[in-house]
């Protein structure tokens, strides 16, 4: 009883904390004791406090493994800012100077430092390994301990070396702390580190306050205003949106500034000065956002943001639960929103190419479970915990997008029969797409070399709807009919619940899963937000014809048709707002957008029409780096075959680019390349063929001109003619 009471008065002397969370008491005494432990605790458990309130009480230094210099600072911090001197917490890394190495030593020498920080690469160095012997070491933590498995969200190959350190410094218990790991990484962690007789705790995964949601992604600019729309109707709270490119980051940390939102971009590619500064200004409500790769976050304790987004789809659960983790963590209100599409799982795909075949095939099967995540119907908590090992047993969380708004149930009761005979028949050695391919009856190359299809149940559901597979397959994992192998991560086994269901099938009700269409399947820009205002359409065609007449151009030069629609859709009213029409640079708008805004605002108010909330969002201009270039290599007039060349791309391409920057309003001169290439009069004869055109179509230009011209120098002179009239 003393001994209880000794501990929590330790936990208040060094902590102020009163009491005790979830099962930090039990993993302190079991560490106290002298045996090796695994914690999975999710991120806001205490974590940390399970190796650093025993360091501070047993005798000798703790040594823990932590993959991040940022991490190491932060928590250096505390255990110093809570003690009475200093020097009780200590960390080595690259980032230190000799003489601060050395007064490292000499503090943990003196018996005066309970706690080292160190990266895995400093431990392994052969110097360290030799002082570290010399000194008493009470225990070994290793937090971010999913970092020693492939299968782990963000694997470091030298976290495998730790046990070889251990062993050559000198044993002393072990504990493992990690905030996420399924079955199959915490197998890799207990075996890599050699603690097989560990005690195992294990938190629930179970966030209640975090609210989950899948918006599919259409474009870059509708996930843009998306976002902006949805962190103005949450004013003043603090988020974090994750970006998988640098690029992207950058990008979009500007729209938000440009729509003044106080948010900033944070990426490995600043330096430190500026990420510590971003880091504390989002501490101190200095910013509301923060835009990032994967890099922001961890040891960031801010209890209080409000959301997390993704605008990208992350490579792997784990990485997606772990930062969604960084919501709500007093517990109050946490929004989880993430954008996918197909495409972008596509590129994921992509990066993986050149890697070593067994890191592609763990790369791929990690992405499958995210487009289950994704992609599925059921209840996103259930799809979640089931994905750690945790079953949850309510049928509707009311907190997920799936659940408020759930679809109508079907009766899949023999096609789960079709898919459990299926897996038998395939002898359970099989994943879950070569099973599909099987029931199919798809005689992929796979199949032929199996011999499987000749067996009898190869193709049993051909006649099925060939979408309904997949839910089936995913929805019979979640009911317990089936598990994935921990070994062999991803071959399906029978439980003993699915051979019962083979004996006597009962009902088997599932969902179909939501369908995501690739982005560039949307037939505009806009579709599915807008709707085309004839009335108003007509009028801007005579008001575009007006002016060319006035001008003595033709209508088309000044905007093209798929402006003019896309204006009676959105109604813009300023220069600013007609930037964001395609087709519309700041030079055209400049030049005739005036008469075009001040008829779009009339129409709107005469006709009392409310205007689209999105068109108010401002964007920031957006000319790629390409096109940068390209307009910087024709000012300096270089030929433009060299500039194909030198930008990797075929000449076609390159007139495509150059057209879409004269489009926009931006002018360009190019007759050094046309004089040097084509003689006068062929330059006249298109010319004026153009000035005279109610079109400016390529087809009907070739077919007016005969045939006369190639395709090539009708475009060029096209661009030459739009370049000198339109900007």
Request: proline share 3%.
């Amino acid at each position: 009883m003393t001994k209880e009471l000794n501990l929590t008065e330790k936990l208040k002397h060094y902590f102020g904390f009163e009491k005790f969370k979830g099962d930090q008491e039990a993993i302190i005494r079991n560490l106290l004791a002298g045996h090796d432990t695994f914690v999975l605790m999710p991120t806001g458990g205490g974590k940390s406090l399970c190796y650093q309130l025993p360091s501070l009480i047993m005798e000798g230094t703790a040594i823990v493994v932590s993959p991040l210099i940022a991490l190491m600072k932060n928590q250096v911090d505390v255990i110093n800012g809570i003690s009475e001197e200093d020097g009780v917490a200590h960390y080595l890394n690259s980032s230190l100077k000799k003489a601060e190495i050395d007064k490292v030593r000499a503090d943990i020498v003196s018996g005066r430092t309970k706690l080292l920080y160190v990266a895995p690469e400093s431990l392994n160095k052969e110097e360290n390994m030799a002082f570290l012997k010399s000194v008493k070491i009470s225990f070994y933590a290793i937090d971010e301990a999913h970092c020693i498995s492939e299968w782990g969200h963000d694997f470091r190959p030298e976290y495998r070396k730790i046990r070889y350190a251990i062993d050559t410094i000198g044993a002393a218990p072990v504990i493992a702390l990690t905030a996420t790991a399924t079955d199959k990484v915490r197998t890799d962690i207990i075996r890599s580190l050699g603690i097989e007789d560990c005690a195992e705790f294990k938190s629930s995964f179970n966030r209640p306050n975090l609210y989950y949601e899948v918006r599919a992604k259409r474009s870059d600019d509708d996930t843009s205003k998306q976002i902006i729309k949805f962190i103005k109707q949450h004013t003043g709270k603090s988020g974090i949106i994750y970006c998988l490119s640098r690029k992207k980051v950058e990008e979009l940390a500007a729209i938000l500034q440009a729509n003044d939102i106080k948010a900033a971009p944070y990426h490995a590619g600043l330096d430190s000065e500026t990420r510590s500064k971003t880091q504390d200004d989002f501490l101190m409500e200095e910013l509301d956002v923060i835009v990032a790769t994967i890099a922001f976050g961890m040891g960031i304790d801010k209890p209080d943001v409000r959301f997390v987004i993704h605008y990208d789809i992350p490579k792997s659960l784990e990485g997606y639960y772990q930062e969604t983790g960084r919501a709500g963590r007093d517990g109050k209100e946490g929004i989880c929103i993430v954008f996918y599409s197909k495409n972008d799982l596509k590129k994921l795909e992509k990066f993986m190419e050149g890697k070593p075949v067994a890191e592609q095939d763990i790369g791929r099967q990690l992405l499958q479970e995210t487009e289950a995540y994704a992609e599925s119907s059921v209840c996103r908590r259930k799809m979640l915990l089931h994905y750690f090992g945790e079953e949850y047993p309510k049928d509707n969380c009311c907190m997920c997008d799936n659940c408020l708004h759930p679809k109508k149930k079907i009766e899949a009761m023999n096609q789960l029969l079709i898919v459990l005979q299926a897996v038998k028949a395939l002898k359970e050695n099989f994943r879950q797409e070569y099973v599909i391919d099987f029931v199919k009856g798809r005689a992929t190359d796979d199949q032929k070399d199996h011999k499987h299809n000749e067996l009898d149940d190869f193709g049993a559901g051909e006649d099925e709807d060939p979408k309904i597979w997949n839910p089936v397959v995913r929805q019979a994992l979640l009911a317990g009919y089936l598990k994935k192998d921990v070994e062999n991560y991803g071959i399906l086994k029978l439980t003993a619940a699915g051979k019962r269901f083979m004996k006597s099938p009962t009902s088997f009700m599932i969902v179909m899963d939501a369908e995501f269409k690739d982005e560039e399947d949307d037939e505009t820009p806009m579709a599915g937000t807008a709707v085309l205002d004839p009335e108003l359409f007509s009028m801007l065609k005579n008001l575009r014809k007006k002016i060319a007449r006035k001008l003595e151009i033709p209508p088309y030069v000044i905007f093209q048709d798929v402006s003019l629609e896309q204006m009676a859709m959105m109604y813009p009213i300023n220069e600013e707002e007609l930037q964001n029409i395609q087709g519309v640079g700041a030079g055209k708008a400049k030049r005739y957008g005036k008469e075009f805004c001040e008829l779009i605002r009339q129409h709107c108010e005469e006709n009392h029409i409310e205007r689209p909330e999105e068109l108010r969002v401002r964007t920031v201009a957006k000319k790629s780096m390409q096109k940068v270039k390209i307009i910087q290599s024709i000012d300096r007039q270089l030929p433009l075959d060299d500039i194909a060349s030198a930008e990797g791309l075929d000449f076609d391409d390159l007139l495509t680019k150059i057209e879409e920057i004269v489009y926009s309003g931006t002018k360009l001169n190019i007759d050094y390349f046309l004089e040097d290439v084509y003689d006068d009069d062929t330059i006249n004869d298109i010319y004026d063929y153009f000035m005279d055109s109610e079109t400016d179509s390529l087809d009907v230009a070739m077919e007016e001109l005969d045939g006369d011209y190639s395709e090539e120098v009708i475009r060029l002179v096209r661009i030459k003619f739009l370049s000198e009239m339109a900007n």
